[in-house]
């Protein structure tokens, strides 16, 4: 099929700044007549003309309501713009971090390489035609865009006149793996929707030991609990948890991903992952059920996590530095040793312990991932975490919920490969208060003030801000 640029008149929308996670409005902002199409032709307009023109770009997201309608969108304009070939993971499903993934590790049939991603997610935000819509933009190293770029981004959309789409160009099946192909002004242009989850599996295999693992989960001693919270880590879960490590089909939780999160709100934390947390023996009631030994849960786009032991709460902050104490010994990836760790500046100070006692270079960074991602580019850093349920490492450039599962996995499999027949394993709480034997127990409690108002919000921080001029005065 031959299609057509069309040159769309617009003007501009307020408030379409980028934050740290990219553009977040409900839904019915998004829906208005050229908002997402304003802000992905900003996107475009931002990029130099090498990053558009000719090039492979990655079109995904969680799977939230509005996610379908804006992956043809998006498909149409990149077409528009003069890119070469769009990837849509299958039924338009990539999690963030499957997406930082395929940027980095995935070669087309003809070598092509992609150079971006639009990714489409609100993150742990609540989904459904009442709720959050988001979109951000991911350069070619697998990382959230510079600020250089999102501040460009948000002058072009103060600015903007026009937009260009291929209006006529028809809808892609993106729940049948293939390719589409087209013709335009610009030459051929083509849409491969491929597998979810093949490239991140087979990243995953590349870092972990899945035979070691496979050993734990097939004790009968062992026993384990994951809940996507229905978001997009259940495209996941079944490929590795169950297929490739053997884990029980009944050890998921709403793995099934759906457009408004099954209704809940998919943020892995205490006070939304409530089936799981009563799973695990830390709610409420008492079923007198025994819990399973190890627990984790996923938020929306699978970059966060949760990480939960028999009656046994994990803290974000801990949960970053137990994995770089022990990922030399249990994880193969890092068997030649750690670059250096770097932790979030609102966490606790759990890591800079083991990074003093290991020797390994350390760093404060302020919120936001893609600070992390400056000094793994800089060969600078190995492992890094949040006190927001985020973790990862330099195998991808965004935080990755899945992985931290599997190094919590790992070092379980690890610490019992000589134990895995004996009276009693090794548990998650043993290994945490073992950790806080050998460093120390640093004590974090984090409040969310959800909803708030904005005004308020930033009257608060002002005068916290104002009250540290005269602390001494504060204090008595």
């Known amino acids: 099929m031959v299609f057509e ?32 199409q304003n802000f992905v032709q900003a996107t475009f ?17 969680d799977g939230r309501y509005f996610s379908k309608d804006a992956v043809q969108i998006i498909i149409k304009m990149s077409a528009a713009n003069g890119v070469r070939r769009v990837w849509v993971g299958q039924n338009g499903l990539l999690s963030t971090p499957a997406v930082s993934a395929v940027i980095r590790e995935r070669v087309g049939a003809d070598g092509s390489k992609a150079t971006g991603a639009f990714i ?53 099946d993106i729940s049948t793996i293939g390719v589409t192909n087209f013709s335009g002004p610009d030459g051929p242009f083509d849409v491969e929707v491929f597998d979810s989850a093949s490239d991140y599996v087979k990243l995953m295999k590349s870092i972990f030991d899945f035979e070691l693992i496979r050993k734990l989960l097939s ?33 998921l939780l709403n793995c099934t991903p759906k457009e408004d999160f099954g209704g ?23 079923s007198g059920v025994e819990p399973p030994e190890f627990g984790a849960a996923a938020d929306g786009d699978a970059d966060r996590n949760m990480i939960l032991g028999k009656r046994f709460f994990v803290t974000p902050s801990d949960s970053v530095a ?3 104490a022990n990922a030399v010994g249990a994880i193969p990836y890092f068997s030649s040793g750690l670059k250096g760790v770097a932790r979030s500046m609102p966490t606790s100070a759990a890591l800079d312990v083991v990074a003093k006692s290991l020797n390994l270079k350390f760093f404060e960074v302020p919120t936001g991932w893609k600070f992390f991602g400056n000094l793994m580019d800089a060969g600078q850093c190995s492992i890094c975490g949040e006190e927001s ?27 019992n490969k000589d134990n895995i027949n004996g009276d009693k394993l090794v548990t998650v709480e043993d290994i945490v208060r073992q950790h806080w ?40």
């Open 120 to 172: 489409l997610t609100a993150s742990h935000n609540p989904g459904g035609p009442n709720e959050d819509f988001g979109i951000k933009y991911n350069m070619e190293n697998g990382g959230p865009a510079p600020e250089a770029l999102t501040d460009k981004i948000f002058e072009n959309t103060k600015t903007i006149k026009e937009y260009l789409i291929a209006d006529e160009l028809r809808e892609v």
């Open 322 to 324: 137990i994995i770089a």
């Open 264 to 286: 809940g709100h998919p943020d892995p934390n205490l006070t939304y992952a409530k089936e799981l947390v009563e799973r695990m023996g830390l709610g409420k009631s008492n």
């Open 45 to 61: 307009n931002a990029l130099t003309p090498e990053k558009v023109k000719g090039v492979t770009l990655v079109v995904s997201g």
């Open 219 to 251: 004790s009968p001693k062992f026993t384990f609990c994951y809940d996507a919270l229905h978001g997009v880590a259940g495209a996941y879960a079944n490929r590795i948890f169950v297929e490739e490590l053997g884990a029980q089909q009944s050890s």
């Open 5 to 36: 640029v069309m040159k769309v008149p617009t003007t501009p929308f307020e408030g379409q700044k980028p934050g740290t996670s990219g553009l977040r409005k409900k839904v019915k902002v998004f829906v208005q007549p050229h908002y997402l």
């Open 437 to 476: 034997a050998t460093y120390g127990r640093h004590y974090y409690t984090r409040y969310d003030y959800e909803n708030v108002d904005a005004g308020g919000a930033k009257d608060l921080m002002a005068n916290m801000v104002k009250m540290m001029s005269s602390l001494d005065e504060v204090n008595t």
């Open 389 to 415: 349920f985020g973790t990862g490492s330099d195998h991808i450039r965004e935080k990755d919920g899945i992985w931290a599962v599997l190094a919590w996995l790992s070092i379980l499999a690890y610490r």
